[in-house]
């Protein structure tokens, strides 16, 4: 066990442990245990097959239909290797407080669900303030945090016709926020009370822990922030959260 010496009770240093363990385990299951060490494994291949098609378009003589699926493997392969380096760094686990841009993580955080839109067939929109001010906290939470209610949202947009609307803008008093709102089937009020419980999900065994959200509360709270969310059974469900620029 860690001591104290920070002026940290061993209470508040269990709770954060715990709570990262619980972000981490949390994250690695919606990832779909996918582990850093295979997708580690595939950034070598990855390599070769791009320095290897870039030697074969710098040769003269190349017959131009060759060349133009050289190119295409080029630039799948560039795609591919750029995904799976977005993976290792999402699953790097180095608890580093920074300077952080929220519109660029919503950016990342949408690339990086871009597959599990578009095979539910849901329309992502977004509407980013760019006044907003960096934001002092560990890029990796904040990436949790979008990363639980927008597959939420994406899960619950099963049928077609869905639609994401992700929004940042400029909070009250030194604070950002974003909002995310989709048109899936709500939420009923007599579940609303209970989605941030833990354990608590209306997902069938196997499909979803119950974690998510119970996760997200926290990491926002222990970031100073705030979660809120409003919800109308077949009217769709909004989150907002509220986080200050300096903890
Ligand atoms: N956008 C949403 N629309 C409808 N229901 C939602 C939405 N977000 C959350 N819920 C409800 O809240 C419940 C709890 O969500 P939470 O993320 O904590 O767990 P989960 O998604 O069921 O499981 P896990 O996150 O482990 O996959 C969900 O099971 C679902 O019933
Ligand atoms: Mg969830």
């Keep these: 066990m860690k001591d104290s010496a920070a002026g940290h009770s061993n209470e508040a240093i269990i709770s954060a442990d715990l709570l990262r363990?619980?972000?981490y385990n949390d994250k690695m299951a919606e990832l779909g245990k996918i582990s850093a060490g295979v997708v580690h494994e595939l950034n070598a291949?990855?390599?070769?097959?791009?320095?290897?098609?870039?030697m074969i378009l710098r040769e003269e003589g190349v017959p131009e239909v060759v060349?133009?699926?050289?190119?295409?493997?080029?630039?799948?392969?560039?795609?591919?290797?750029h995904l799976?380096?977005?993976?290792?760094?999402?699953?790097?686990?180095?608890?580093?407080?920074?300077?952080?841009?929220?519109?660029?993580t919503v950016d990342f955080i949408l690339n990086f669900l871009n597959f599990e839109a578009a095979r539910r067939a849901v329309i992502v929109l977004k509407q980013l303030d760019c006044t907003l001010p960096t934001i002092r906290l560990d890029g990796n939470l904040l990436k949790q945090i979008l990363l639980n209610i927008i597959m939420n949202?994406?899960?619950?947009?099963?049928?077609?016709?869905?639609?994401?609307?992700?929004?940042?803008?400029?909070?009250?008093?030194?604070?950002?926020?974003?909002?995310?709102?989709?048109?899936?089937?709500?939420?009923?009020?007599?579940?609303?009370d209970r989605i941030f419980d833990r354990y608590f999900t209306t997902k069938k065994p196997g499909d979803g822990t119950g974690l998510g959200l119970f996760v997200t509360k926290s990491l926002v709270e222990?970031?100073?922030?705030?979660?809120?969310?409003?919800?109308?059974?077949?009217?769709g469900t909004t989150f907002m959260v509220t986080l200050p620029i300096r903890q």
């Design 222 to 235: 222990s970031m100073g922030g705030e979660i809120k969310v409003t919800s109308r059974v077949g009217g």
């Design 153 to 192: 949202a994406l899960q619950a947009m099963e049928e077609n016709g869905g639609k994401l609307l992700v929004e940042t803008s400029n909070g009250a008093s030194d604070s950002v926020c974003f909002i995310i709102t989709d048109n899936g089937p709500g939420i009923p009020i007599e579940t609303l």
């Design 45 to 54: 291949p990855l390599s070769v097959i791009i320095s290897a098609s870039q």
């Design 84 to 104: 799976t380096k977005g993976l290792l760094n999402f699953s790097s686990h180095d608890d580093t407080i920074s300077e952080v841009d929220l519109n660029l």
């Design 21 to 23: 363990q619980l972000a």
């Design 67 to 81: 060349q133009e699926m050289i190119s295409r493997i080029n630039t799948e392969a560039q795609r591919l290797s």
